[in-house]
């Protein structure tokens, strides 16, 4: 250390913007912090596990006709797809404040003049970035398999119907191409996404009043469970027992707190090659932003009365 | 001139719920404090006594049971407040991935600073701190001293006019810890006001102007160093090449005006600054091998 006082004498004082209640700035400093803490914890590995299940699957596949290969390519990507940015958005949230509280950077962050809900905003941010990030890296690995699979199908079919009468290769490549790669998938991976952007709100909703990670993975894969089960349960109910205001009422609860995290699997009817209508799209996509905000509220209100 | 307080802390009360109990620990209990601008403060009591806790208030990281504490005349609970406080907490961990310029720049930017201005003001603290050199290896590579220099570097980004310092030389060997006394004289000299908590009393008595200590949650003594460790019937002189009859006669000099001589003894040096010179030595020896 050295006496140089000359390095910060008040000729050369530093002049720091006055102070805003709120500043995109700060969060865009708090977000690039979580996304280089996720990235140089290697978190992106998961995505070779990607790569090798959907290159593996494509070699496996090829003693089905062109269709069913298409078909199961496609099951097989956007369901890994779909878990994977689960599993990413729970295990990346999960820790991420616990781990500043236990390390006391937190201290250090809201020392400053720093919000509080700036700090959590920052922090999802950051989850939902790299999450972003991920499923373009997914989706172009997978497009990018099924195209050319469908060139090879494509080339193929073209090869087998060489001597056939020109109609009937149209309607074969027709069909092909109808099967494989399509824009209808587009929605598919947004509504995943969206289910992971909520998945990650919700966690770090827990993760303000969980004591450790293991508390919050816990609580969450219960939570993942009952999202996944609760829409069969209520239709079971409502139709088994006399539903009075009490039931609804509790049924209603459950149904708040826990989100119908069926209604965010759109992808069984990619699969089969059924296009998503806008209004179902637009609902769903509705019902995932409004949960990651309501999430994220909670959340801030909970830190807000958190001591540190 | 300002003559509001840089920390004003009133009838301070915190208690504690220990889960599953229904009963209350008390951290803190009716303090009152005044930190003035410009001087060094010393919050010294053991381990629990509630040290920790006062600063989180004052910082706005915990939050009051009653009373309330001002930085400058803001509230703790305004995050505004915060704007011109430097803080480094207790054994700091940073994020171990970051080097130690990228976190400098991360604690600038949530300061407001920007750019060519962050960057320079980044090289002059890794310079003031002597970290230069260690300025792209990661943090989880730092020695305890390492982190503690960065975590003053991070605290003084944004120029601030309040240094909050909890026990800032906890687990760091005799050099850095004079490094770090040094630097908080250093604040002192530029006006900066240091509010620092501690219990290695020989330290806080070096560099505080004034004392609080601190036992069970109340503050027991406060006041002007000088005055609370006085003694104010007995005086000191210290001599230098004074010969055995000079003593003698000084001696019987006393005995003359009814004074008792309390002690005789030769000066001797301090523990810490023989152990500097001795690791010095050390040093050179190694350099000219």
């Known amino acids: 250390m050295t006496n140089d006082e000359t390095n910060l004498n008040d000729e050369s004082r530093t002049v720091v913007a006055p102070y805003r209640a709120f500043s995109f700035a700060r969060i865009a400093a708090i977000t690039t912090n979580t996304l280089t803490e996720l990235t140089r914890q290697k978190v992106f590995y998961f995505l070779l596990i990607f790569a090798l299940l959907l290159i ?105 119907f060489a001597n056939a009468p020109r109609d009937q290769l149209d309607a074969a490549l027709r069909g092909l191409r109808a099967s494989a790669l399509n824009v209808d998938i587009l929605p598919g991976i947004i509504i995943i996404y969206l289910k992971a952007c909520l998945l990650a709100a919700l966690t770090l909703f827990v993760s303000t009043f969980a004591s450790t990670n293991i508390f919050t993975v816990v609580v969450m894969a219960v939570i993942y469970f009952i999202g996944h089960l609760q829409a069969t349960a209520r239709e079971y109910w409502l139709q088994e027992h006399t539903a009075g205001w009490m039931t609804r009422a509790f049924l209603g609860l459950v149904a708040l707190f826990f989100p119908d995290l069926q209604a965010f699997n759109l992808i069984d009817d990619i699969v089969v090659g059924a296009a998503i209508s806008l209004a179902l799209f637009a609902k769903t996509a509705a019902i995932g932003i409004f949960y990651t905000l309501i999430y994220t509220l909670l959340g801030t209100f909970v830190f807000y009365g958190k001591e540190l | 001139m300002n003559t509001e307080p840089a920390v004003a802390v009133h009838r301070l009360t915190k208690v504690f719920p220990v889960p599953l109990h229904r009963q209350w620990v008390g951290a803190v209990r009716d303090l009152d404090l005044r930190v003035e601008p410009g ?73 407001g600073l920007r750019g060519k201005q962050l960057q320079k003001r980044s090289d002059e603290l890794l310079e003031l701190v002597g970290l230069t050199n260690a300025r792209n290896r990661r943090l989880g590579t730092y020695s305890k001293g390492m982190l503690q220099r960065i975590g003053l570097a991070q605290a003084l980004i944004n120029e601030p006019k309040l240094v909050v310092l909890d026990e800032p030389t ?50 027991v003594r406060e006041g002007r160093l000088e005055e609370l460790i006085a003694i104010e019937n007995q005086t000191e002189l210290v001599l230098e090449n004074a010969s055995d009859t000079l003593v003698s006669e000084i001696e019987a000099l006393a005995a003359r005006s009814n004074a008792r001589l309390v002690a005789r003894r030769k000066s001797t040096t301090t523990l810490e600054r023989l152990f500097l010179e001795a690791t010095k030595e050390g040093k050179s020896i190694t350099k000219s091998e």
């Open chain 1, 56 to 160: 593996g699957s494509s070699a496996f596949l090829a003693r089905f006709t062109f269709q069913q290969e298409f078909q199961i390519l496609k099951d097989v990507s956007l369901g890994a797809m779909s878990i994977f940015t689960s599993l990413l958005a729970i295990i990346a949230t999960a820790r991420l404040i616990p781990q500043d509280i236990e390390d006391r950077t937190v201290y250090t962050i809201l020392a400053k003049p720093v919000p509080r809900f700036e700090y959590l905003l920052g922090k999802l941010m950051g989850v939902l970035l790299l999450l972003a990030i991920s499923i373009l890296v997914m989706g172009a690995m997978f497009v990018v398999v099924l195209y050319v699979r469908e060139q090879t199908a494509l080339h193929e079919t073209a090869r087998q």
């Open chain 2, 39 to 111: 001087e060094v403060y010393g919050l010294l009591g053991p381990n629990g006594s509630g040290k920790s806790t006062t600063l989180k208030i004052i910082l706005g990281l915990v939050s009051p049971t009653r009373g309330r504490t001002e930085i400058f005349g803001r509230d703790s609970n305004r995050v505004d407040s915060r704007e011109t406080v430097g803080f480094l907490p207790e054994n700091p961990y940073f994020y171990k991935y970051l080097t130690g310029a990228e976190t400098l720049r991360f604690f600038g930017k949530l300061c």
């Open chain 2, 170 to 219: 906890a687990g760091v060997d005799p050099a850095g810890s004079r490094e770090i006394r040094d630097l908080i004289v250093d604040l002192k000299r530029r006006g900066i006001t240091v509010l620092l908590s501690s219990h290695l009393l020989a330290q806080v008595q070096e560099i505080c102007d004034r004392v609080g200590i601190l036992a069970n949650g109340k503050l």
